[in-house]
């Protein structure tokens, strides 16, 4: 087939997105496939007309454009097809408070939030008891992430987030381990637990420096728990309205609650991400796997 491989961006993970993709041109290309290496930072305005001349985008896209669905709008105008959610699945994804609400309107469990779109004034109070965390609303990859223990820890955090131009989320500290479940088709795959080596979360660079973390997969956790986190997978997939695939994160309480935290709608591909990790672990190569994904967003375009 001729793919466009679309990447890169000009979002604060651009860096991620390029990493990943040079592994999946690696492979596509050893499958026989034309690769056609698309920057979206330098090609935004031939985005069109460039889609048009292949049979299918793997967009390798994190944060937005991409993951907000931008881009998949755009392709659906040209009858490109692409991998994973659809323009509405991915905005909602993206912003974790609308998704929260998602979450909460389908009865699945997910910690209190509050959402601030703006810099609060100097007599404001968090709803919430600290410590607590505190986030982009749309940002990915634990950047802008940060714990705060009090007033003074919560407004640096908040000056980061809203000094880049994005909204905040406030959550609490929930005790317990991560836990993150991909999504393929219909079906669950098998969870990976998640052990910072150093700190006492997965940030930034947990998660992308080298021993970062450990990832053991299959998650060392009991039957009926696996089953309840690849069960709540599959209903957040759904009750966002997803497609193809999609990777849920938890925190497993030390009781086995379970509480989403979020869903990304283009997870990360490199051969040892967490997807294709889980992937590998039921018998699929990265390269069966991007294939894979090439033949639900197919399906998905037969079906309109």
Same mark, same amino acid.
Request: glycine residues 10%; proline residues 6%; contains cysteine.
């Given at each position: 087939? !001729? ?5 890169? $961006?000009?979002?604060?993970?651009? #860096? ?14 050893? %499958? ?22 292949? /049979? ?6 994190? $944060? ?12 659906? %105008? ?5 991998? $994973? ?28 939030? #509050? ?5 609060? /004034? ?12 505190? !986030? ?10 940060? %714990? ?58 947990? !998660?992308?420096?080298? /021993? ?10 009991? /039957? ?6 690849? #069960? ?35 997870? $990360? ?33 037969? %079906?309109?």
């Amino acid at each position: 087939m !001729k793919i466009l491989l679309i990447a890169g $961006g000009w979002s604060t993970e651009r #860096e991620v997105s390029l990493n990943g993709a040079r592994a999946m041109q690696d492979a596509l290309a050893a %499958r026989g496939h034309e690769i056609t290496f698309f920057d979206l930072l330098s090609g935004f305005d031939a985005l069109l007309q460039t889609a048009a001349g292949h /049979d299918f985008a793997l967009i390798n896209l994190h $944060g937005a454009p991409g993951e907000d669905g931008l881009v998949q709008a755009m392709l659906d %105008r040209v009858g490109c097809p692409y991998q $994973g959610a659809g323009p509405a699945g991915s905005f909602l994804a993206l912003n974790k408070s609308a998704a929260k609400q998602i979450f909460r309107h389908a009865g699945l469990p997910t910690a209190d939030w #509050e959402f601030l779109p703006c810099p609060p /004034d100097a007599a404001w109070q968090p709803k919430l008891p600290y410590p607590l965390f505190a !986030k982009s609303n749309t940002g990915g990859s634990s950047l802008r992430m940060g %714990r705060a223990a009090d007033r003074a820890a919560l407004n640096a955090v908040l000056q980061s987030i809203f000094d880049a131009g994005d909204e905040a989320i406030l959550e609490p500290v929930l005790a317990g381990r991560e836990v993150t479940c991909g999504i393929l088709g219909e079906t669950a795959l098998p969870p990976i637990l998640i052990e910072p080596v150093a700190g006492d979360f997965f940030d930034y660079e947990s !998660k992308y420096a080298k /021993d970062g973390a450990r990832e053991i997969c299959p998650a060392p956790i009991s /039957d009926a728990l696996t089953a309840r986190v690849q #069960e709540l997978s599959l209903a957040a997939h759904k009750a966002l309205g997803l497609r193809g695939y999609s990777r849920a994160d938890f925190i497993l309480g030390p009781d086995d609650s379970l509480n989403i935290l979020e869903v990304n709608t283009l997870p $990360g591909m490199t051969a040892t991400s967490l997807v294709p990790r889980e992937a590998r672990t039921v018998g699929m190569d990265f390269g069966q796997l991007l294939e894979r994904l090439i033949e639900l967003g197919m399906a998905d375009c037969r %079906r309109g």
